[in-house]
């Protein structure tokens, strides 16, 4: 059950937030003043504390510098009057995970509540995800995706036998990610991983960096030096975008596959090798073949096992969980309070095409981090391309507009709903009636989900 503290010294304040997060199944325990809230925290452990920023002898604002250091995994709501905003907004500097503004809707509490919450159990389960997967070798492949399960699943299964592997995929989709998880989950963990982008050369210098040459094989060769292929003895040698490399070092590639052995520039004796051969592509190599770009006697012998990895606009679910690794990451690297994504700015990520898949989101935060002044990532710290995009979709631009923007006599809780059941429908039918996809698709839990739907009167259909 999940605690909630609530700290105010106006008792009918208190007396109306419990009554409200009762009715909500939260346990709460009410405290009038900072020192008690203190000594309460001290001896039982809370997922939220409630709190006024006017309080005496302690404000909310001191309150929470005490609070937040020692238990920093207790979050914070913030409550404040119209002329305190500023200072709110300061708290959420500071660590808060939101503030309110007094007076407010029922529905507004409870919604900040929830939403606070499951962004708390979001990144628990980001953190006991990594720390399962690191068991496994796969801390940096994240995702609860169907498609990104299957994908963790059979590199468990192919990881430990030493046969050739080809994993194909769209440019950023993770492939060496992949590769490298198999090397760690293998019984050559212990010696090299070594890789080389096969588009990154030009071809005579390709065949150098695969197969070493000797002093004095061509211009500028003035020692003798080991390739990379046999610089990955015992290990893991990983070939990137394998479908650019040309013809004739491809007929070189396929004699290491058939025998082990290599043979270096200038040089008549071959080498044995020892090593696992894994290689990644984005290009259809079929394709290639009848085009008589790729030997076809090679593609056979490098599609041994294949994996596909999926792009990231066909595992949606996986952006929220994906977004917050990377912002924790960033925030971090540039020593930045960025702590959260607005809903706003989460729903224009949910619905970009992402043509760069998980490189490309990844970008996206560290651009976001880097401009942001805030702890929250807004829309317009989000790069054109993404909301250039979103505009171009009417129902999306309709879900992102700013509460602000929105006119007439409506209340901020309608526009609130309205949005949050337009979210929930937008859901539903992208995962063709799955609740339990669509609940992941919003970041929240299938009970959640199923109560929200209750609560606005949709169904499924």
Not at 51 to 79: A, F, H, N, R, W
Not at 179 to 190: D, G, I, P, W, Y
Not at 347 to 368: C, D, F, K, M, S
Request: hydrophobic fraction near 40%; proline fraction near 4%.
């Amino acid at each position: 059950m999940v605690k909630v503290l609530v700290v105010d010294d106006e008792v009918s304040v208190r007396e109306v937030l419990t009554l409200m997060l009762e009715g909500q199944g939260y346990r709460v325990t009410q405290v009038s003043s900072g020192p008690l809230a203190l000594q309460v925290l001290a001896r039982e452990e809370f997922d939220l504390v409630i709190t006024d920023l006017k309080m005496s002898p302690m404000s909310g604002m001191e309150l929470l510098k005490l609070l937040k250091p020692t238990y920093p995994q207790t979050d914070v709501i913030m409550m404040t009057g119209f002329g305190s905003i500023e200072s709110a907004i300061e708290a959420t500097k500071l660590g808060a995970g939101d503030y309110l503004t007094k007076p407010f809707q029922p529905d507004e509490l409870l919604i900040r509540v929830r939403n606070v919450l499951e962004k708390k159990n979001r990144r628990q389960e980001i953190h006991l995800r990594g720390r399962i997967q690191g068991c496994f070798g796969l801390e940096n492949i994240i995702g609860e995706s169907r498609e990104l399960v299957n994908v963790l699943e059979k590199i468990k299964q192919v990881a430990p036998s030493d046969s050739t592997v080809l994993i194909t995929g769209e440019t950023g989709t993770g492939k060496e990610l992949v590769a490298k998880a198999m090397h760690t989950l293998s019984r050559r963990a212990h010696k090299p991983f070594v890789s080389v982008n096969c588009a990154a050369f030009p071809e005579h210098l390709l065949e150098s960096e695969l197969f070493g040459h000797v002093k004095g094989a061509f211009t500028g060769a003035a020692n003798n030096r080991k390739g990379l292929i046999e610089e990955a003895d015992g290990g893991t040698f990983f070939l990137d975008e394998v479908g650019a490399m040309p013809l004739n070092v491809q007929a070189k590639l396929l004699r290491v596959l058939e025998d082990r052995t290599i043979r270096r520039i200038g040089e008549n004796k071959t080498v044995t090798v020892d090593c696992r051969l894994v290689a990644a592509t984005n290009q259809d190599l079929v394709a290639a073949i009848a085009q008589r770009a790729f030997r076809e006697d090679l593609y056979y012998r490098l599609n041994v096992i294949s994996i596909h990895v999926p792009p990231l606009r066909a595992r949606r679910s996986d952006i929220p969980l994906l977004a917050q690794h990377f912002l924790e990451k960033f925030s971090a690297r540039e020593r930045k309070n960025v702590r959260d994504i607005t809903p706003e700015a989460m729903q224009l990520l949910l619905t970009y095409e992402y043509p760069g898949n998980v490189r490309e989101l990844q970008h996206i935060l560290e651009q976001a981090v880097t401009i942001c002044a805030e702890p929250l990532i807004t829309v317009n710290a989000l790069p054109h391309q993404v909301r250039q995009h979103v505009r171009e979709q009417p129902a999306a631009v309709e879900a992102a507009q700013p509460v602000e923007a929105v006119s007439g006599g409506e209340s901020r809780v309608m526009v609130l709903e309205a949005r949050e059941q337009e979210l929930i429908r937008q859901a539903i039918h992208r995962n063709q009636g799955n609740l339990e996809q669509a609940a992941k698709d919003l970041g929240i839990s299938r009970i959640t989900l199923w109560r929200r739907m209750k609560k606005f009167n949709l169904s499924v259909k």
